[in-house]
């Protein structure tokens, strides 16, 4: 009886540690492929395929079928992803009716695919050795899907599974069947033309393991503020210069403007009207705290809502690139409500003057 109980006192001291050895790394986002398709570095098929015509112009990847029949064609880049590695894909997607993003494409008879279909229809399915399977329900509907309409794809394959999002929205979580082929790309059907207009792929990998040196102070850390953009544009600007949007600010969580950040936009668009040879590159950040990924395609989003208010405003697109770095870039790693407010920011460089 009494070396039960010595076994019982030991296992459950053991426990807590045990539980920690199996408890899983967290896993970071570390960008691997992007394409916004302002040119074709990534070399996408372009011209007839079957019985469709693929192009890219004006920043947009385009299939369109000639016919409608029920057979499908897939144009692909191939992207650098190992197969047993954790990854996200996320694309910025549109079709006219039915079609596609392929991912895991050997060739047209083994691939999956992830796309939207009418009436807020969601397909998720593939073909394997020329079968096609479906790997959701295939009657899946989501009223995140916005028909005739851009939506954001994304797929994360996370050990065993892949989590499917629409706009943000689960919509799908389902066992991963395997990445058979390292094609990545855009698939139409039935007569449909389907839209790529950005495209990124991060490799998930095991967040660096926390050193015993005792961290700095916040003040030790932080890096200067860059100067605020409307009243720096009326100066003398250099390349690589870097400057901030002090009073841009979003609902929390979101990348919805608030109504306080207009007047700043407004005097943005303007300078920029005055300098029709600038180009800039807007980049997103967040503060350091909640999930890396989510904060990363929200510090993306947010860029390219500015980015769409000074285009609406009448500003080219051409002159704006955006990107997203997420909590990777902090001013400063102090845990206030200040100091988390200096890094949820937005900053722009200056790319030609």
Known sequence: MWQFFTTLILSSLLLPATLQAQRKPELVPELVFEDNFVDNRHKWPVGRMGNATFTLANGEYVGEETQRINRQQVATVPVPLQPGDDFVIEAEYRTSHVGTLAWGVANTDNMQIFG????????????????????????????????????????????????????????????????????????????????????????????????????????????????????????????????????VLFVQGQAKLLPSSKPELAKLTQALRQRPSLTLRLEGHTERFGDSLKNEVLSQQRVETVKKY????????????????????????????????????????????
């Not at 799908?172 to 839209?195: C, H, I, K, Q």
């Not at 845990?335 to 890094?343: K, L, T, V, Y």
Request: with cysteine; charged share 25%.
């Open 116 to 247: 939207i279909e009418p009436d807020q229809g969601v397909a998720i399915c593939g073909w394997e050795n020329g079968s096609f399977f479906w790997t959701g329900d295939e009657n899946l509907t989501s009223r995140a899907v916005r028909n005739n309409d851009w939506n954001t794809l994304r797929l994360e394959r996370r050990g065993g599974e892949v989590l499917y999002f629409i706009n943000d929205k689960k919509v799908g979580r389902f066992p991963f069947r395997g990445r058979v082929g390292p094609g990545l790309g855009l698939e139409t059907n039935r007569g449909s033309t389907a839209r790529l207009r950005r495209l990124r792929v991060w490799h998930l990998v095991p967040a660096p393991a926390p050193t015993a040196v005792a961290p700095p102070s916040p003040a030790a850390v932080e890096l200067p503020e860059a100067p605020a953009a409307a009243e720096a544009l009326a100066g003398t600007l250099t390349t690589g210069q870097r400057l901030t949007l002090r009073n």
């Open 310 to 353: 000074l285009v609406d405003g009448g500003i080219a697109a051409e002159r704006l690139s955006t990107e997203g770095f997420g909590q990777r870039r902090p001013l400063n790693r102090g845990g206030s409500e200040a100091d988390r407010r200096r890094n949820r920011r937005v900053e722009m460089v200056v790319t030609h003057e």
